[in-house]
């Protein structure tokens, strides 16, 4: 069993992505070749966003974002501690000052309503993570936005193909950023990500910083980056987009019979909520147990590959800690030490899901008795 299950993904797609593949090969166009402008414009009109600029990962997309809205040291962004690092580490490289809000206990997305108390005179954005695919309450937060005349980007590195109210996550919010890192439900075979807005001026900004800041050849109007996503990468995503679709609903049908199954065992497991106006991609499935290294230890002795996304909280973090004190954020803190995600792809089998069930119900069993 394997933990994301990306040698059948390819089997299935074989065809279409190696098609894709000789045709570069064929072209020799290996960097902003036709396949780019290609899949951008296949992206934008998948999330209905006006504008979708490829660039080389998920942390280069979040880096772009923030040049492009003009973040200058000493400004302030506000985000979650409980992500990936790269959230705070675009912040941080550009000299600016992540300002940490708490998560709600049962989703694990940034807690909205404690946003507004964090802003002040140097807040620049509002960057929430849609954490785990589920997209954060963005109505909420753009509204805080649009009072406080602030920018919101959405990290949705794990959340291509959510929705939210009907929309598609990349565009709820003025930019987002997303990532293609295998991995993630939508994967090429090396790194790669997008930037989505449906603002013309920042598009055009974000373009030409992904290329040194280039307006044309040899002619530099800003300060940019090496930040193209390759055009094989690029070919790699449009061999898998014609079965993206079939994928995400075969990922919420694994999920909800993982969440049947969880509860039916009795196990005791926190499952994460999902809230009714919006659904969940569910790059990872993820689930909240009590004496985690002791399950996960007893998981992966039965042949049950699982990961922890994410063990602690990135104010905790020595290169990110920021002004935040050690006691703050503490439900991102117990989630830190709680979070346990299971094995999730759209080829997972039903088959392998009980051996999942029933070795996690085990070794929760055998975690508790030694506690």
């Not at 394997?2 to 090969?25: G, N």
């Amino acid at each position: 069993m394997q933990f994301t299950d990306l040698k059948t993904q390819y089997t299935a797609l074989k065809a279409d992505i190696d098609a894709r593949i000789q045709r570069v090969l064929d072209h020799g166009q290996y960097i902003m070749g036709p396949e780019v402008k290609e899949m951008e414009q296949a992206l934008a009109a998948r999330t209905g966003a006006a504008h979708c600029v490829a660039v080389a990962s998920g942390t280069e997309a979040l880096l772009i974002a923030l040049m492009a809205i003009g973040l200058k040291p000493g400004d302030e962004v506000i985000t979650t501690p409980f992500t990936f690092a790269a959230t705070a580490e675009v912040i941080v490289l550009l000299g600016g000052k992540p300002v940490y809000v708490d998560i709600q206990p049962d989703t694990c997305n940034i807690d909205a309503a404690l946003i507004e108390a964090k802003v002040t005179p140097r807040t620049r954005a509002i960057m929430p993570v849609s954490l785990y695919g589920q997209v954060a309450d963005m109505d909420a937060i753009n509204a805080i936005a649009a009072r406080h005349n602030l920018v919101v980007i959405e990290d949705a590195a794990q959340s291509f193909g959510a929705t939210y109210q009907g929309k598609q996550s990349c565009n709820v919010s003025t930019i987002a950023a997303t990532s293609f890192f295998p991995s993630k439900p939508l994967g090429c075979y090396g790194d790669g990500g997008a930037l989505f807005t449906i603002d013309a001026a920042l598009a055009q900004a974000m373009r030409e910083i992904r290329v040194h800041g280039q307006s044309g050849r040899y002619h530099h109007t800003r300060v940019g980056v090496g930040g193209r996503m390759d055009t094989l990468q690029c070919a790699v995503i449009l061999g898998k987009l014609p079965r993206f679709s079939w994928e995400l609903e075969r990922r919420q049908a694994l999920a909800a019979r993982y969440s049947r199954l969880i509860l039916a065992s009795g196990a005791p497991v926190q499952l994460l909520a999902v809230r009714p106006d919006r659904d969940c991609v569910w790059a990872q499935y993820t689930v909240m147990v009590d004496n985690r290294p002791a399950v996960q230890a007893a998981l992966q002795a039965a042949g049950v590959p699982t990961a922890v996304h994410y063990p602690k909280s990135l104010h905790h973090q020595p290169a990110y800690a920021a002004d935040c004190c050690p006691d703050c954020n503490p439900h991102s803190i117990a989630a830190g030490q709680r979070v346990l995600s299971l094995p999730m792809s759209a080829d997972l089998t039903e088959a392998d899901q009980d051996r999942v069930v029933a070795a996690l119900a085990q070794a929760c069993a055998t975690a508790m008795a030694t506690a």
